[in-house]
């Protein structure tokens, strides 16, 4: 990319950075990994800008152009098993619960929790709304077919972390 490394990096440090960096792109796709490399060029570091960005810049875009691909934390798992995330799953506000616990990783308190509901009011109305209309054979927009689609995607993921949760209580007591 003709760039330079980091101005504060020894060269033995450079190197390390860049397999460090390989081996945590490892799940790109190569059309996300063609984007990064195009952004890395966009955007080099140091005040002449002709440096390396460094790697924590690199990894935050790359998570921005490809998220990897996770399995729910502890705190999730514990989460989903507990009364209170098996109630989101049951009233459908489970979604806005899981981004809640992404951003924050902390157990969420009864003010976050009613905070959560009333952000989840919106979209939960509005399946039920488009699923009605569904069911009486009305017509559905192709934006609120995509809508239903996401949204019901996003409780399955919400169900199967609440399934790993009891298969992994189930594991632990036998």
Not at 20 to 26: I, T
Not at 69 to 79: A, D, I, N, R, W
Not at 107 to 117: D, L, M, N, Y
Request: one cysteine or more; charged letters at 35%.
């Amino acid at each position: 990319m003709g760039l330079t490394k980091p101005g504060t990096m020894r060269k033995e440090q450079f190197e390390t950075m860049k397999k460090e960096l390989r081996q945590m792109l490892a799940y790109m796709q190569p059309k996300s990994l063609e984007e990064l490399r195009e952004w890395c060029e966009a955007h080099p570091g140091g005040k002449e800008r002709d440096r390396f960005p460094i790697a924590l810049h690199v990894l935050k875009e790359a998570r921005r152009i490809e998220p990897p691909e996770t399995g729910p934390s502890p705190l999730m798992l514990k989460v989903f098993a507990h009364q209170m995330g098996q109630a989101a799953l049951a009233v459908g506000w489970a979604p806005e619960l899981l981004i809640w616990l992404k951003g924050n990783r902390e157990w969420p308190g009864a003010w976050t929790i009613s905070k959560i509901k009333a952000e989840a009011d919106d979209p939960m109305r509005r399946l039920q709304d488009i699923e009605a209309r569904m069911a009486r054979g009305g017509v559905v927009s192709a934006a609120e077919t995509a809508f239903r689609d996401r949204r019901r995607a996003a409780l399955q993921k919400c169900r199967d972390i609440a399934d790993e949760a009891r298969a992994q209580r189930a594991e632990v007591r036998t």
